[in-house]
């Protein structure tokens, strides 16, 4: 029997979950864009461009899917975003030969290799494997060319491309609606940050307003990059966490708190950085926590069960009510708490 190391087995259930799930339906719409990704160019050049057009179009994020046979006339323009992997010339030249329009859409320098030489070596090397290297293809079969900016208009004045303007895209409006949830863990909760992985991957499945922001090292940002709507950020001293939970507004914040000698110990002071916060604090339904939150009424109390998590997450995210009202009580919690501190 093969033997992988628990690390192997993340990394390949992360690839699988890419490779499969969310794959576009090609058929599904006249246009097709050809990105790494959901990203800036997408969102500030591409998607308004689309909408002047009042054209949909379907993602394809090269990272996770494989190359495939792009079906004309169901789809009838494909548009690369930047970077053209080498594995998508020959879908892309067959699309073309059966009467596909492709569009190439850059807002980088990524055609001059003296201008990458410039970049970080890694980086350089991606944009000469996906775009450089490709130019003779692009330059070959794409019937249009789109670029960011009057400078790159006249640098490749040989394109005739079109410049296009950049422009407030769609997540503008989406983030008045988002609902802000965090885990802010440290090294010593390496435990709870694997166990939330799963819950925050199908919370973000059904809530598709919620975004995440989860505090860990470089190994956290492995477990949690994949998914989408998620901020890692690296844990801060005391003084600054302090002064980042009073500025930063968050609606849900998460305390797990899985079985183990060194949890045993700990004190219910979650509570205080998340009433500084605005959030309504979901815990695990154990000491520290169980006699000290007042579960319904200025917080919620769980056992460690995944499903349930994952469900109750997703109903606070629905309960505007709910939430500002156990927040609120928690605020007032802590309040009192602090004019009875002064009159010690």
Known sequence: MLNLGSRRIRQLKGWLRGRTKGVPDLQAAEYLLLTNGSNASVSYFIEPWLAA??????????RSQAPADIPYPACRVVVIVRYLPPEWTGPLARFRHAGGRIVYFMDDDLMDREVIAALPSDYARRIDAHATRQRGFIEAHCDEFLVSSPYLADKYRAWHP?????????????LQD???????????????????????????????????????????????????????????SWQNY???TAAVQHDIALAPLLPGPFNA???????????????VGVYTDVAP???????????VLLPNDAQLWVDTIVELVADVARRKRLAR?????????????VAL
């Open 289 to 299: 926590y169980r006699g000290f939150v007042r579960p319904g009424e200025d917080g």
């Open 242 to 244: 302090q002064a980042y």
């Open 265 to 279: 110990a700990r004190g219910p002071t979650k509570f205080f950085d998340f009433s500084r916060m605005g959030a």
């Open 178 to 236: 988002s609902v802000s949830i965090c885990y802010h863990g440290t090294a010593s909760h390496q435990a709870e940050l694997a166990w939330l992985v799963d819950i925050i991957d199908r919370v973000l499945a059904k809530a598709h307003n919620a975004r995440f922001e989860v505090f860990g090292n470089h190994a956290a940002n492995r477990q949690y990059r994949d998914l989408p709507r998620v901020s890692v950020l690296h844990p801060m």
């Open 162 to 174: 079109q410049v296009l303007p950049a422009l407030p895209g769609n997540s503008q409006k989406s």
């Open 53 to 62: 057009q009042g054209k949909a179009a379907v993602l394809i994020d090269t």
């Open 329 to 341: 009580a928690a605020q007032d919690r802590v309040q009192a708490l602090t004019v009875a501190r």
